[in-house]
T-cell receptor
Framework: AQSVTQLGSHVSVSEGALVLLRCNYSSSVPPYLFWYVQYPNQGLQLLLK??????LVKGINGFEAEFKKSETSFHLTKPSAHMSDAAEYFC??????????????FGQGTTLQVKP | DAMVIQNPRYQVTQFGKPVTLSCSQTLNHNVMYWYQQKSSQAPKLLFHYYDKDFNNEADTPDNFQSRRPNTSFCFLDIRSPGLGDAAMYLC????????????FGPGTRLTVT
């Protein structure tokens, strides 16, 4: 079964430092991949998505992610963290067994803390 | 702006008292999802509608029901809320079953007293 692993439930960076949030998936078939951000008491907002086009995907708020098939990874990066980036980040992958439901499988989430 | 709206944002109900959460969308999407999210956890899919076709997840308790009277609206009914049902409930939509990109509402925080 498809699974998503986000390494590190908490990541802390200083303002201006590089942000790297890790995501690995298990499917042998390249899936659709997503990163969502969730601020406290809010819904999930789509940051970016990979749908088998360019492997380097640029999203909103300066984030980007690179799909690496050989590593089954889709890590999220941002060159310079802002205080406003502090939030929960979820990696999600399309469920290969759900070709007729559009279901996503979510990772457990990574809390990003940005220190002044 | 096209969007997903959830009402109310905060709901308090008593143990065992039925409660209904509402979701509406102006995206004209065919698929609507309901998720339960507990603190510091990933969203857990409860069920979804593809048009009028209802699809329940195998592990969704019978206490949870849903209605979709038309394309725009979807309701989550909790027949007898327990303390363990306190959570954030998220509604999401998707254009169709193959796009996978889901658009989320702001959520309803349910408290059970």
């Amino acid at each position: 079964a498809q699974s998503v692993t986000q390494l590190g439930s908490h990541v802390s960076v200083s303002e201006g430092a590089l942000v790297l949030l890790r995501c690995n998936y298990s499917s042998s078939v390249p899936p659709y991949l997503f990163w969502y951000v969730q601020y406290p008491n809010q819904g999930l907002q789509l940051l970016l998505k990979y749908t088998s086009a360019a492997t380097l995907v640029k999203g909103i708020n300066g984030f980007e992610a690179e799909f690496k098939k050989s590593e089954t990874s889709f890590h999220l990066t941002k060159p310079s963290a802002h205080m406003s980036d502090a939030a929960e980040y979820f990696c999600a992958v399309s469920d290969p067994g759900s070709s007729n439901t559009g279901k996503l499988i979510f990772g457990q989430g990574t809390t990003l803390q940005v220190k002044p | 702006d096209a969007m997903v709206i959830q009402n109310p944002r905060y709901q308090v109900t008593q143990f065992g008292k039925p409660v209904t959460l509402s979701c509406s969308q102006t995206l004209n999407h065919n698929v609507m999802y309901w998720y339960q999210q507990k603190s510091s956890q990933a969203p857990k899919l409860l069920f979804h509608y593809y048009d009028k076709d209802f699809n329940n997840e195998a592990d969704t308790p019978d206490n949870f029901q849903s209605r979709r009277p038309n394309t725009s609206f979807c309701f989550l009914d909790i027949r007898s809320p327990g303390l363990g049902d306190a959570a954030m409930y998220l509604c999401a939509t998707s254009r169709d079953r193959t796009s996978y990109e889901q658009y989320f509402g702001p959520g309803t925080r349910l408290t059970v007293t």
